[in-house]
């Protein structure tokens, strides 16, 4: 009995996985891109002593973009608790103003 085996051609679920992972890693490296061309990080809150929540910014320094976050997350007006710089890069916490409650 002859047996005949061809490894030169792909399967036909092979070559669709081969096309899945082509396409997700070139998703994966795109976001990656994006990331890091974005230039600006955040991390999670702490606290003030009156208990409103601060946000740390990052943003090249010289952009306007650290601002910019802070008055989007505020819907405008925001404090700065503390800024600096180091190498290029501009470091921005800041708290948005407390609310008053419609009564």
Not at 29 to 42: D, I, N
Not at 83 to 89: A, I, K, L, V
């Amino acid at each position: 009995m002859k047996r005949s085996y061809s490894f030169s051609a792909p399967t036909e679920q092979a070559t669709r996985t081969t096309r899945t992972l082509r396409a997700a890693l070139g998703v994966a490296g795109g976001l990656a891109m994006f990331a890091a061309q974005a230039g600006c990080s955040s991390s999670p809150p702490l606290f003030l002593s009156d208990g409103r929540p601060t946000t740390l910014v990052q943003c090249p320094e010289g952009s306007d973009s650290c601002a910019q976050q802070a008055r989007a997350s505020c819907g405008g007006q925001f404090e700065t608790v503390r800024q600096s710089r180091d190498n290029g890069t501009l470091s921005l916490i800041y708290a948005c103003p407390v609310k008053a409650n419609s009564q």
